[in-house]
């Protein structure tokens, strides 16, 4: 019974790593990521009082999917 239980956790590791890994490797995962980086970056300055008086509007302009009137 233990091996058994030891076969089947061996295998669920293996497959779970390389179904992270396909995850990780796709670019929605990396645009995900790299958009909660720049949410994370910006919280931190709030929180901090760093917030510069003219904000770079450069990110918020470059989004495909915004909304013009």
Do not use: H, P, W
Request: glycine fraction near 6%.
């Amino acid at each position: 019974m233990k091996n058994r239980d030891g076969i089947f956790a061996t295998i669920a590791v293996a497959l779970t790593t390389v179904m992270l890994a396909g995850v990780v490797s796709t670019d929605a995962y990396m645009q995900t990521a790299k958009a909660e980086v720049q949410g994370v970056r910006a919280l931190t300055e709030v929180a901090s009082g760093d917030v510069l008086a003219c904000a770079d509007t450069s990110l918020v302009a470059s989004d495909a999917m915004t909304v013009t009137r």
